[in-house]
């Protein structure tokens, strides 16, 4: 896909789009000549990735939000329209690592959390942007999911569950709204060098040290891949493509 103006003149919204994936993913769409707004909590992270999409003559703006919210996300996609007059496209990549452990340890609270970050945040924001892209008669969502939203993995019963979850959201999604002009697809990464792989393995060459032997393609990803991929699908170019899950995992789930 050409990066260069690919995006023009369309208004793009990342979810958790200052860290990780989702900065990787507000970085790719400045690049495309897209309107990037960054939403999320972290205030300083959110607006230092702005500023450097301004600061490269791009256009993005970061947005306080508390995603598990509905008012917050009512608002966020109300605040957008108001100031743009559209969203053509979103990646709905917000979430947590959630606690890893074996399920008979695990508590309510671990449970609560990890629904709300992984699923309710999802289902809320999607809520809202197929509201407005159904009315506008156009739009693409992907959505973040996981490796371990096809498989099982032990200690992580949760995360899993949360992820499975994602992937049966946006596949019913996708064809409650497929005459509407809305896409709505996923991707699932693999072991991606972020920050939240770093926590779950205590640092991040334990967790390559982990990773790496287990993807077929012998090394892990890095989150730029996985913000081409999720640009793909949001772009004209998947625009004969809905309910499906790109896989960004070196071969992972071909095992």
Known sequence: MSEENSFREKVALVTGGSTGIGQATSLAFARTGAVVIIAGRRIIEGEQIAQQIRAAGGKG??????????????????????TYGHLDAAFNNAGSEGYPGPLIETDEQAFEHTIDANLKSVWLS???????MKRQGHGAIVNNASTLAHVGAPNMALYAATKHAVVGLT???ALEYATSGVRINA?????IETAMGARAYGNIEVFRKAQVPVHPMQRVGFPQEVAGAALFLCSDEASFITG???GVDGGYLAQ
């Open 61 to 82: 703006y970061f947005h306080q939000v508390d995603v598990t919210d509905e008012e917050q996300v009512k608002g966020l996609i109300e605040n957008i329209v108001e």
């Open 126 to 132: 999607m809520k809202y942007e197929i509201r407005q």
């Open 171 to 173: 596949r019913s999604a």
């Open 187 to 191: 991707v699932s990464p693999g072991a």
């Open 244 to 246: 499906q899950t790109l």
